[in-house]
């Protein structure tokens, strides 16, 4: 059972007593000036706090989370693996965090050299010919990737390509990409395989077709086996194949998408290379490309000259998606566990992400229902079909109460009850073991007790929470 | 490896329980001629050599800590107090995903409602998302719901004094859509508006550290059918009137300097918030307050029928990860220094950059081109100011961002950056290394 913090925790205008103060500056030492008649502000309502009340307020607040840290998080598609300490500590240093961006080139060579290593590392390990970091998400990877086959169809005159062609079960981000980039989608469906069925997806081949955008493992877990294939068929159709490379954690060291025809690809460095979600972002979404697209990366990218590095746009440029170069100190993480993780290690990371998975499912496939009967990648989906009347949902709250996060649910959304299970490399057996026990007691209670599920979970610090009353009546913020 | 438990003897173990002789079986859909056995890569190291090799990179970088500090230009340097990185840091925060689960992330979610109510307040506006990937991104995003929520109307206006890098990010984002971006100059009040316009943008401050009002800009804009976008320092927001005070239909700001450090120009903090009217269209994340079944409040994520995860192609923005721990930096630090802390550090900063303005401004040659200014402005130099940025870097002073890294057309402008972090002193010298420099 969790230990996690029941009070209830007031908001920080409520703590907040006038005249309190959680942080002073040093006296001003130059005179005052006055400020431009018409525009001073008279009123701003932010609360005050003493320093201690505010320490007691977000620790209590962080005590209400569930995080790695603390708990299993199998959360299927989120690589919800440790974060090493050590990434903290080495972006900690004073020379990453206290350089300025418009700082002169020679004075940031450490900060460019980084760049430059990481790119070359990345590209190495993706198959592609070069790569940018500009990217601050997996889904801004995506949006940068589709402008790229964008522009080069509007080099070779062919901006009428307008359609890019989706597997059901794709990422919500991949065809809401399509639309910032002014693709339309077209939806190919999944075989009874759970690969992408090559009969629909010729038919979808014409002379409109921009391009592919594929995940691989697909959400389901599962290899794209035909996946050469697939790349030739749309590069003979005229169009570019995007790899999503949100589940790369299954592949490292032992394929290389490039290698298989993708043009294009993101990795999500905060899955794959271990930087910390951070309760959502940020993230990093490098985006590598084979020669043909190389030069529409966005930039600017590192460059080595002779001994020194520096910052230049890629030819033929997308441009600039975010102001500076990526989300820095993010890369600096990767970096650092790339360099302890190393090529030998990062193919330990994919097999033994994939043994993990694989030894899950075989635990608890006999009772939760798993539709494709393959070997899985770094993570499998199950259906929460176990008794009727009772739903995913309901196990995942319950999943809760035994002190484990729930995995993704409802998604992909080609499965029924969907469980999408991802427990990665760096969770030990008896982990999965506890994982898998609470599972099967779940299902023995739907059947017995089915009201512990429907109610569950009994042991966090709110029950379930009513989102329909929140969307239809919106509370955004503090209304003291 | 320390973060793969798994020993020999489990995985054979979990190899017979899956029913395989060996892991490479599990990889037997992948064709086996695709398949490779080891990377290009060096093998890895101990976290003793990783981290000894990450600091001798990190000492190579020039740190504003060690030099009198002067350049700005959508990146401050600000004083964190010591509790944000502390808080921040926790395990619990850190390594929690987006609170998809709210009652086992109503930690998150409380920080993100309160970090949408301090900066709703600080923005003047009714709703604020949970962030965008920084200022730029952020203002490109306002831009395309403008656009969207403006049917037939495709013209967007920017002033000519926005940073170089948002105007470029806004281009690229709307590299595959009919809409056509107008500058103007100097006054926003002047801008011309027509029928085709969608929203004018104002940038407030400018990139050379203009300030013009907001209001009647906002008026003629909501005359003229159109919207008013605004791009705020919000520091300059603690003592300057607000954008949403002002009329401001979207405010989009750079959250950097609220408890975020300079990092390379990254994560930062992408600020958006709205209006009521407007609030369907927002793109980002929301955190919304709710009730459980037995009439606790909590926290979930809401109106998430906005949202790429549920509406896909037909979403407002594709935008799905985004910066929560930098949001939750300027939640934390605008909780410590409050109503009264962050006003001190909004009129430190301006005292001390009118200080900086009118010493420089007695030296023969240099004439201060920004007429009304929160902490940052842009100075004529009687030489290139690159030229002068190099001779006083020799001497510890980074006197300010030669325009001329931007503009090369423009080689004697430096713009000149002065927050809380600097001292009297440091002002001082600034002055007295300029005034060496341009003999």
Known sequence: ?480 | MPFIPNTDAERTEMLNTIGVESVEELFSDIPAHLRIQKLDLPDGVSEMEALAALDALAERNAQTTKMDWFVGAGAYNSYIPSLVPALASRGEFLTAYTPYQPEVSQGTLQAIFEYQSMAAKLLGMPVVNASHYDGATALAEAVLMAWKAKEGRNRILLPADLHPEYAKVIATYLTSFDIELARYDGDPERASLDERTAAVVVAYPGFSGEVYPVEKAAARAHAAGALCIVQADPVMCAIFKSPGEQGADIVTAEGQSLGNPLNFGGPYLGMLGTTEALLRRMPGRIAGETKDKEGRRGFVLTLSTREQHIRREKAVSNICSNQGLSMLQTCIYLAALGKQGLRHVAKQSYDKAHYAAELIGRIPGFRVATKQFFREFLVQTPKPAADIARALAKKGIVPGLPVSRYFPDKPNELLVCVTEMNSRPQIERLAIALKEASK
């Open chain 1, 1 to 480: 059972m969790n230990t996690m913090n029941m009070r209830d925790e007031p908001l920080v205008y409520e703590l907040s007593r006038p005249g309190r103060i959680g942080c002073t500056l040093p006296r001003s030492d130059v005179p005052e000036y006055a400020l431009p008649e018409g525009l001073v502000r008279t009123d701003l309502d932010l609360p005050e706090l003493d320093e201690l009340t505010v320490v007691r307020h977000f620790t209590r607040l962080s005590q209400k989370n569930f995080s790695i840290d603390t708990e299993f998080y199998p959360l299927g598609s989120c690589t919800m693996k440790y974060n090493p300490k050590a990434n903290e500590a080495a972006a900690a240093h004073s020379g990453w965090k206290n350089l300025h961006p418009l700082v002169e080139p020679e004075h940031a060579q450490g900060a460019l050299e980084l760049l430059w290593r990481l790119q070359e590392a990345l590209q190495k390990i993706g198959g592609f010919a070069a790569a940018s970091l500009q990217p601050a998400a997996g889904a801004h990877g995506e949006f940068s990737g589709v402008l790229m086959i964008h522009a080069a169809l509007k080099d070779r005159g062919e901006l009428g390509r307008k359609k890019m062609l989706i597997p059901d079960s794709a990422h919500g981000t991949n065809p809401a990409s399509c639309t910032m980039a002014g693709f339309v989608t077209q939806t190919i469906p999944s075989g009874p395989d759970g690969n992408i069925d090559i009969a629909a997806l010729r038919a979808a081949l014409d002379d409109t077709v921009a391009g592919i955008m594929i995940t691989n493992p697909n959400t389901l877990g599962l290899f794209e086996t035909n996946i050469e294939e697939i790349c030739r068929l749309v590069h003979e159709a005229g169009g570019y194949v995007y790899g999503d490379g949100a589940n790369m954690n299954a592949l490292t060291g032992v394929f290389k998408p490039g290698s298989s025809g993708i043009d294009v690809m993101h990795f999500n460095l905060h899955k794959t290379f271990s930087t910390p979600h951070g309760g959502g972002g940020p993230g990093a979404g490098m985006i590598a490309a084979n020669e043909a697209l190389a030069p529409y990366l966005p930039g600017p990218v590192a460059v080595k000259r002779g001994e020194s590095y520096r910052l230049e746009m890629p030819a033929k440029s997308i441009g600039q998606v975010k102001a500076f170069y990526g989300n820095f100190g993010v890369l600096v993480r990767a970096y650092t566990y790339l360099l302890m993780t190393g090529g030998n290690g990062l193919r330990r990371v994919a097999e033994n992400a994939v043994l993990n998975a694989n030894y899950l499912k075989a635990l608890v496939e006999g009772v939760y229902p798993v539709p494709y009967k393959r070997h899985c990648m770094h993570e499998f989906v199950a259906k929460g079909t176990i008794v009727p009347g009772v739903h995913t949902l309901d196990i995942a709250k319950r999943l809760i109460d035994y002190g484990f996060h729930p995995p993704t649910i409802y998604f992909p959304l080609i499965v029924q009850e969907a469980l999408m299970i991802e427990p990665t490399e760096t969770e030990s057996k008896e982990t999965l073991d506890q994982y898998a026990d609470a599972m099967l007691k779940i299902a023995k209670e739907a059947a017995e007790q089915p009201e512990l599920l429907h109610d569950a979970p009994h042991n966090a610090p709110v029950a379930r929470l009513d989102e329909v009353m929140a969307a239809r009546c919106p509370i955004l913020c503090y209304r003291g």
